[in-house]
């Protein structure tokens, strides 16, 4: 498979509260490193190491992308509040920038609230943010954008290896092992920071720009020139199975009739205010049924969350979407620090990708044309098992694990 990975993404660090204690943040730079040397032990999979470029055409559009999609003044706070903080001597260069007083629901507030940022960069903080998980370090902007831009060019490679003859996509490389148009066009973006739970003008959960959305947005502005006198907007899948709900993507597309979001996640589990199956879309509108939330609970056994993804792809199926992304996390591990349904192995984490490629392939007969899918890489902090459990899934993704068995029969 066609794994992309940027060396940017390991700039950010930073620090979280555990209890009344700060400790470095669970959602640390050695998640990469741990899923990079299981991946360089296997010759199957090819990682292209993207240095992203701020003032490079594609940096410059990357940019473009994130203004358009996220608001500006949360852009622009993210960028630049580090240096605020600094030059005003609120924290040190090492320190992180935390909120203090978060906008809250009251009787007298101003409708209109997120109109009104507050005035001072210390506040801000706060305004530009739902949780304290989410710390800005020196270098986090780095990270952040080389992160989007790894979904951006995750979406572009899936396009390219689905169509390899296309000239305007002639930058596939042809040493990629994915490179067939016969084989399932797949590229799994190693992004860190995550994405799923910012909703486009806030940072939460570890997540500061929302790379679905990235990807989204990278996908339909490719498609307007490609394909110009499409007279249907393309439509897009977003199957999320990290362990938690996925709050930012389901917000930034719960009015969109395009885009279809299903979630499998614990029950009453962070981020706590969503992710019930009631969420299923603004009634009476176009969108309404094309949002899909299958919580389970939490330590909910590997069989019980096979029933749940079972629906999912019932439902990718009849969507039969032109573009998937899978927002992928290893919290569903059963012995994560932050989450966990029964995932105990590789092969577990193989058996649910076989069954969503499964899917695909039921999608493609469908369609008589294959389905670009793109990875985005979410949670997952048990270090010493996420190599493996990452190579699982690309092994099941990539029907590897079913050859095995017949070679040992
Ligand atoms: C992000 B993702 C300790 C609690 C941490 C944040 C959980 C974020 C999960 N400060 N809570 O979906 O894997
Ligand atoms: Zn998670």
Same mark, same amino acid.
């Given at each position: 498979?066609?794994?992309?990975?940027?060396?940017?993404?390991?700039?950010?660090?930073?620090?979280?509260?555990? %209890?009344?204690?700060?400790?470095?943040?669970?959602?640390?730079?050695?998640?990469?490193?741990?899923?990079?040397?299981?991946?360089?032990?296997?010759?199957?999979?090819?990682?292209?190491?993207?240095?992203?470029?701020?003032?490079?055409?594609?940096?410059?559009?990357?940019?473009?992308?994130?203004?358009?999609?996220?608001?500006?003044?949360?852009?622009?706070?993210?960028?630049?509040?580090?240096?605020?903080?600094? !030059?005003?001597?609120?924290?040190?260069?090492?320190?992180?920038?935390?909120?203090?007083?978060?906008?809250?629901?009251?009787?007298?507030?101003?409708?209109?609230?997120?109109?009104?940022?507050?005035?001072?960069?210390?506040?801000?903080?706060?305004?530009?943010?739902?949780?304290?998980?989410?710390?800005?370090?020196?270098?986090?902007?780095?990270?952040?954008?080389?992160?989007?831009?790894?979904?951006?060019?995750?979406?572009?490679?899936?396009? @390219?290896?689905?169509?390899?003859?296309?000239?305007?996509?002639?930058?596939?490389?042809?040493?990629?092992?994915?490179?067939?148009?016969?084989?399932?066009?797949?590229?799994?973006?190693?992004?860190?920071?995550?994405?799923?739970?910012?909703?486009?003008?806030?940072?939460?959960?570890?997540?500061?720009?929302?790379?679905?959305?990235?990807?989204?947005?990278?996908?339909?502005?490719? =498609? =307007?020139?490609?394909?110009?006198?499409?007279?249907? !907007?393309?439509?897009? @899948?977003?199957?999320?199975?990290?362990?938690?709900?996925?709050?930012?993507? =389901?917000?930034?597309?719960?009015?969109?009739?395009?885009?279809?979001?299903?979630?499998?996640?614990?029950?009453?589990?962070?981020?706590?205010?969503?992710?019930?199956?009631?969420?299923?879309?603004?009634?009476?509108?176009?969108?309404?049924?094309?949002?899909?939330?299958?919580?389970?609970?939490?330590?909910?056994?590997?069989?019980?969350?096979?029933?749940?993804?079972?629906?999912?792809?019932?439902?990718?199926?009849?969507?039969?979407?032109?573009?998937?992304?899978?927002?992928?996390?290893?919290?569903?591990?059963?012995?994560?620090?932050?989450? %966990?349904?029964?995932?105990?192995?590789?092969?577990?984490?193989?058996?649910?990708?076989?069954?969503?490629?499964?899917?695909?392939?039921?999608?493609?007969?469908?369609?008589?044309?294959?389905?670009?899918?793109?990875?985005?890489?979410?949670?997952?902090?048990?270090?010493?098992?996420?190599?493996?459990?990452?190579?699982?899934?690309?092994? %099941?993704?990539?029907?590897?694990?079913?050859? @095995?068995? =017949?070679?040992?029969?």
């Amino acid at each position: 498979m066609l794994i992309l990975h940027d060396p940017a993404t390991l700039k950010h660090a930073t620090i979280e509260i555990l %209890g009344s204690k700060v400790i470095p943040a669970h959602e640390s730079p050695d998640r990469i490193s741990a899923i990079l040397s299981a991946i360089h032990q296997k010759p199957t999979h090819h990682v292209r190491t993207i240095n992203f470029d701020p003032f490079s055409d594609s940096g410059i559009t990357l940019l473009n992308t994130l203004s358009s999609t996220h608001d500006p003044g949360y852009v622009e706070h993210l960028q630049h509040v580090h240096a605020k903080w600094v !030059a005003e001597g609120l924290i040190k260069p090492d320190d992180s920038v935390l909120p203090e007083c978060f906008p809250f629901p009251n009787l007298s507030g101003k409708k209109s609230w997120w109109e009104h940022p507050p005035k001072d960069s210390f506040a801000r903080a706060g305004f530009y943010a739902f949780d304290m998980s989410t710390g800005i370090a020196a270098e986090t902007w780095e990270a952040v954008v080389a992160s989007a831009n790894l979904a951006a060019e995750g979406v572009r490679e899936a396009i @390219a290896i689905a169509s390899p003859n296309r000239e305007d996509h002639s930058v596939t490389n042809e040493t990629s092992p994915s490179a067939t148009p016969t084989s399932h066009p797949t590229v799994l973006a190693l992004c860190r920071p995550p994405g799923h739970h910012c909703d486009t003008r806030r940072a939460g959960g570890y997540c500061y720009i929302n790379n679905a959305v990235v990807a989204v947005e990278t996908f339909r502005r490719l =498609q =307007q020139v490609t394909k110009p006198h499409h007279d249907t !907007a393309p439509r897009i @899948a977003i199957l999320d199975l990290d362990f938690h709900h996925g709050n930012g993507t =389901q917000e930034a597309f719960y009015s969109d009739p395009h885009v279809l979001y299903i979630s499998i996640h614990g029950q009453d589990e962070y981020p706590y205010y969503t992710g019930s199956a009631e969420e299923t879309g603004p009634e009476g509108t176009p969108s309404a049924g094309m949002n899909l939330n299958l919580p389970l609970p939490s330590r909910s056994s590997l069989d019980t969350y096979i029933s749940a993804l079972e629906i999912a792809l019932q439902r990718l199926e009849v969507f039969a979407p032109d573009l998937l992304l899978v927002s992928l996390g290893f919290d569903t591990f059963h012995l994560d620090p932050l989450g %966990g349904f029964g995932f105990e192995s590789g092969e577990d984490y193989g058996r649910v990708a076989s069954l969503v490629r499964g899917c695909l392939g039921r999608v493609h007969e469908k369609k008589g044309r294959s389905v670009p899918s793109v990875i985005l890489l979410e949670g997952g902090y048990v270090l010493e098992r996420l190599g493996e459990n990452v190579l699982g899934f690309l092994d %099941g993704w990539e029907g590897r694990k079913q050859l @095995a068995q =017949q070679k040992g029969q």
